[in-house]
């Protein structure tokens, strides 16, 4: 029995031993960078390819699986982003007024890894600087993009001061669904100098990146290129809702409701501002501003000699879009209609004074003239009258 022990005690040991030089022989495994890390521009104004070739010491490890981590600097949004995949190439956004920064390491995994994965110590890094050429200062001034209604898309850009005389600017723009980048179809000027572009009749896709250039040339050379790029659901501006409807319910409640706008946007992906205006008996004004993603809204009740006026606007909420514009303003809508107010003499009486005035006057000239008529008259009689009276005393004198 103490013989049987001790084997089997010096087998544990011995397999404890296999197990401890395995071990240490994984954790000696090291593996090198990718190489041949190259970035590629096809022209697509900004959307960059990435290619890397696997290290020269894998070529003969089959047994194991190669897979990459590549690392980029996503100005966008600031802050790095990881990728692994399988391959050797990859295709990314970048924004071209600023660097490209990209790494990119490599990954073992498999037998001879005992199934855990072992990355490179270091990586292979790429920096592209951004192109230094154009005219410093001449780039665009706040280009904005609206997706009207999810109808039609139109893009607006103001100019540098420093901008040369005679410049003339042209924006390209280029999506997955191109081939090749494409020119504005129709320019928006004024006084002759292209301020945007006008997309009407012109498909773009959603959740998907659109690339916009605006550059130019000028008398003293080409203009600094401004690069843009954005998805159209973030861009959106509703249509103003037109349909309020407003009215009292139980209680002396006041119940507003309204109408989602015509159009291509879901109505599940609106939010809704309800601005309310209240006038008190006193004359005192107050407005608040109400968030809600319904289309009705009912208030406590409401007592005599009060006004409560209200106007909604709506943009896409965040569950379908990054981010929005909020629509116009719709109609105010107001209970009681018409406000009363209490009649007082003004300006607005003038008319009517002058028009008093002018008959009062008009009756004393007739009133004058009638008087004058009548005095001439009663002259010409009392002239009749004598004449009269002196004919009868001649006669009766010469009888």
């Known amino acids: 029995m103490a013989s049987k022990s001790w084997l089997t005690h010096h087998a544990a040991l011995m397999l404890l031993l296999v197990i401890w030089r395995e071990g240490m022989h994984c954790n000696k495994l090291s593996v090198d960078p990718p190489e041949d890390l190259a970035i590629l521009d096809p022209g697509h104004l900004g959307h960059l390819e990435i290619t890397w070739s696997p290290p020269a010491s ?8 190669t897979m990459y981590q590549l690392e980029y600097f996503n100005a966008y949004k600031n802050s790095w982003t990881t990728i692994r995949t399988v ?5 990314a956004q970048f924004d071209l007024m600023k660097d490209v920064s990209v790494r990119v390491y490599t990954l073992l995994s498999g037998p001879c890894t005992e199934g855990t994965v072992v990355k490179s110590t270091s990586y292979t890094e790429l920096v592209h600087k951004r192109p230094n050429t154009g005219l410093v200062g001449t780039t665009v001034k706040d280009f904005v993009c609206v997706f ?3 109808e039609y898309m139109k893009c607006n850009w103001g100019r540098s001061p420093k901008m040369p005389a005679n410049s003339q600017q042209t924006l390209y723009f280029w999506h997955k669904g191109l081939e090749q980048t494409e020119e504005c179809p129709t320019y928006s000027t004024s006084n002759g100098v ?7 009749g012109k498909a773009l896709p959603d959740f998907t990146d659109i690339n916009f250039c605006v550059n130019g040339s ?8 401004t690069y843009v790029s954005l998805q159209t659901q973030n861009h959106v501006k509703p249509e103003i809702s037109e349909k309020l ?5 139980p209680g002396a ?3 507003l409701c309204w109408e989602n706008p015509l159009g291509r946007v879901p109505g599940h992906c609106l939010e809704w501002e309800v601005e309310h205006n209240h006038e008190g008996p006193d004359g005192k004004t107050s407005s608040q501003q109400i968030l809600t993603t319904q289309t009705s809204l009912t208030l406590p009740s409401v007592h005599d000699n009060e006004r409560n006026c209200f106007r909604v606007r709506s943009m896409l909420h965040k569950y379908c879009a990054e981010k929005s514009f909020w629509s116009d303003w719709s109609h105010q809508t107001c209970h009681p209609e018409e406000k009363q107010t209490r009649a007082e003499p003004g300006w607005d009486m003038v008319p009517v004074y002058v028009c008093s005035a002018v008959a009062i006057i008009t009756i004393l000239m007739l009133s ?4 004058a008529v009548l005095k001439v008259r009663s002259r010409q009689v009392k002239k009749l009258d004598s004449l009269t009276t002196l004919l009868s005393r001649n006669s009766v004198a010469e009888t």
């Open 58 to 65: 894998l070529l003969n490890t089959a047994e194991c699986q």
């Open 87 to 91: 391959r050797t190439t990859y295709a």
């Open 148 to 150: 009207f209604n999810m």
């Open 194 to 200: 292209r301020t945007g572009c006008d997309f009407t």
């Open 218 to 225: 000028s008398p003293e050379g080409p203009l600094k290129p």
């Open 245 to 249: 409807h407003l009215q009292t319910g």
């Open 253 to 255: 409640q006041l119940e």
């Open 368 to 371: 004058l003239c009638v008087w």
